[in-house]
């Protein structure tokens, strides 16, 4: 059974954007059982995690004499070996790729932006005019994310692990407001999070969090 690391105490509060999420999700819509081993930011920086993660982060998938960081790979790693998550169809099984560096490297960069400085900046002088440059730069990725789905359930054909990232990506943006004025992005990311599988890994990862809570 492969073992992932996550936050002991996320700081997130439960809210599920930690990256442990995505890979818990992608488990979880293979059906593949998991463990997880919970670390607190200290342990994350010690010579023992840092051997399975050089930047000290989580989260990290051990499976046999397989170690991998990096969300996106970790997520690629099960999609390539199970059925579900990536389409047969060769060229299909690109695309649905193609989405999830998408997810990562064009969508991500902008919405990391914008919700560290609202968790960490906003008590800073200077946050009240540097806040509609980064919400401006989420509305661009926004607004062409939009047009690209147009009517369609998901990004490309049926559910893949395209549409996994990009949902656990877009949901850091829950609490900035700038979903409501996309309701079809809103309605894309209340689809994947209606999902069952993700539904499972939300609870696992808010049991932690609750169980951190009361300790
Ligand atoms: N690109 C990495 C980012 C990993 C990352 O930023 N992890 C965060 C939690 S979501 C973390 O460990 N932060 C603590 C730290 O960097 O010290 C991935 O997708 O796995």
Redesign the pocket.
């Known amino acids: 059974m492969p073992t992932i690391t996550a936050f002991e105490a996320s700081p997130d509060r439960g809210k599920g954007h930690?990256?442990d999420m995505r890979v818990r999700w992608a488990l979880e819509e293979v059906g593949q059982p998991y463990d997880v081993r919970l670390l607190s930011?200290a342990a994350?920086k010690q010579p023992a995690h840092r051997a399975l993660h050089p930047f000290?982060?989580?989260?990290t998938y051990e499976d046999g004499d397989l170690t991998l960081?990096?969300?996106?790979a970790i997520v690629l790693h099960i999609a390539e070996h199970h059925d579900g998550l990536l389409p047969k169809d060769a060229n299909a099984r690109a695309r649905a790729v193609a989405w999830m560096f998408a997810a990562l490297s064009t969508v991500e960069p902008p919405i990391v932006e914008l919700s560290m400085a609202m968790m960490f900046e906003r008590d800073r002088s200077w946050y009240a005019e540097r806040l509609p440059g980064l919400q401006e730069h989420v509305r661009i990725r926004l607004g062409e994310l939009s047009r690209r789905l147009g009517k369609a359930d998901w990004l490309d054909g049926a559910f893949s692990a395209g549409d996994l990232m990009m949902v656990t990506v877009l949901r850091r943006l829950n609490t900035s407001g700038l979903l409501d004025e996309y309701p079809d992005i809103a309605a894309y990311v209340a689809r994947g999070e209606a999902r069952p599988a993700f539904r499972r890994a939300f609870e696992a990862q808010l049991a932690v969090f609750n169980a951190a809570s009361r300790s």
Do not use: H, L, Y
């Open positions: 930690a990256r930011f994350m000290g982060q989580i989260p960081f990096e969300s996106g």
